[in-house]
């Protein structure tokens, strides 16, 4: 039987199904002792009986966060570790350091935990010296990434209608996500094959498909284009441009889409 502590839940959809069979191999690979429900997250397509997902949550909702919360009203666990589709694990996880963690939200009444150490506007947790604890108006306080989450908090920041990239800019300050304190791991217990994913605006990052061909991961390279230098160049710009003032570009992005969402009304 599963844990009842936690379940694991991957964030995909229809079009990511090629993605399906390299997470599972990779979760099979490097967490070959997973004691949580593995639950997949789609619109209507089902994986290969072969592969680790335990259960398929299915949900029509036309936007990610929408079918987040169809997904979490099937989670039975108060905790939830998050993983987009693309996040492959890359090295062997351990499991006393996910028990670990969820030790410490449970004793110190955490919301999240990012678990690869990244963002910025943090300070040293003052209770546990291997996490830092970020500040009410970081950005990304908030975020997609791997993380686990406390699930009725995860469930309480999300909003039916709004995007990824809209959960984590609009929720990063929204009242609800500020009622928990967010933390994040110093030395992260996730390493994942690509900073930013296996594929990046719907192309392949090469690195995944150099990293899936030396494992021997089976990957359909025919479903999508590999980045080349363009995708590359434009990527650094908006590296550059958003790490000048995390902040303001954050607010700025925020005071558009209000804007945008007033004139709709």
Known sequence: MPSDRMSLLVMSCDRYADLWNPMSDCLKRFWPDCPYEILLSTESLSPAPETAFHRVIHSGSAAWSGRLLDTLNA????????????LWPSQTISTAAMEGILDLMERDGIGDVHLRNEGSDQRD???????????????????????????????????????????????????????LPVLVCKASPL???????????????????????????????????????????????????????????????????????????
């Open 191 to 265: 390493s994942v094959v690509c900073d930013s994913g296996a594929v990046e605006q719907g192309r392949w990052e090469p690195l995944a498909l150099t990293f899936a061909k030396e494992q021997g991961i089976a990957v359909d390279s025919t479903k999508r284009p590999v980045k080349n230098w363009r995708d590359r160049l434009k990527k650094s710009i908006k590296s550059f441009v958003y790490n000048v003032n995390p902040k303001l570009i954050l607010a700025i992005q925020n005071r558009i889409y209000r804007a945008q969402q007033s004139r709709k009304k």
């Open 75 to 86: 989670v039975t666990t108060p905790y939830t570790m998050l993983l987009l589709d693309d």
């Open 125 to 179: 947790y003052d209770k546990d010296p291997a996490y830092r604890i970020y500040a009410s108006d970081a950005p990304y306080r908030i975020s997609a990434s791997a993380s686990i989450w406390n699930t009725a908090f995860l469930t309480s920041v999300l909003r039916p209608e709004e995007s990824a990239w809209e959960f984590e800019r609009i929720g990063s300050y929204r009242e609800d996500a500020l009622k």
